[in-house]
């Protein structure tokens, strides 16, 4: 994982545990969120690793922040 602030560094695709640095959570955390279809996920192959697109999970930050 690179540096929050260098996410041209990051890739388009981020693993559960990048997206769990990145929200300052734990893997736990983020899994739940995926399997509770909060936070969208795809998972590579049938039964492989979950990973969330960047954008998505920009998308979902922004979504949590209240007004």
Do not use: N, P, S
């Given at each position: 994982m690179t540096a929050p602030g260098s996410r041209d560094?990051?890739?388009?695709?981020?693993?559960?545990?990048?997206?769990?640095?990145?929200?300052?959570?734990?893997?736990?955390?983020?899994?739940?969120?995926i399997r509770s279809g909060e936070l969208p996920a795809i998972r590579v192959g049938t039964s492989g690793p979950w990973r969330i697109e960047r954008t998505q999970l920009e998308v979902w930050i922004e979504e949590q922040y209240e007004l």
């Open positions: 560094q990051i890739g388009r695709f981020l693993t559960v545990a990048d997206a769990a640095e990145i929200l300052a959570v734990d893997v736990a955390a983020v899994d739940e969120l």
